[in-house]
């Protein structure tokens, strides 16, 4: 029953911020957007207002623990 309910809770943590949440966002401050490439890693690329090239990489949470409890035991 917990490793259920531990997949999920982190699942839902997973997809607690959706790519058009995140394109709204970013669309802010943000000239050039890509959302959801998943060319090497899942990431958005963008281009800041001022020219600023920008990588926001996500690391799935899962799969991060699954490490970290890796590295515990």
Do not use: A
Not at 34 to 47: K, L, Q, R, S, V
């Amino acid at each position: 029953m917990p490793q259920m309910f531990l997949k999920n809770t982190l699942k839902q943590i997973n997809n607690l911020i959706e790519e058009l949440s995140r394109e709204e966002i970013l669309s802010k401050y943000c000239k050039v957007m890509e959302i959801g490439n998943h060319f090497w890693e899942y990431e958005d690329n963008c281009i800041l207002n001022n020219d600023i090239d920008i990588d926001i990489i996500t690391k799935y949470f899962i799969k991060l623990l699954k490490q970290y409890i890796g590295v515990l035991t």
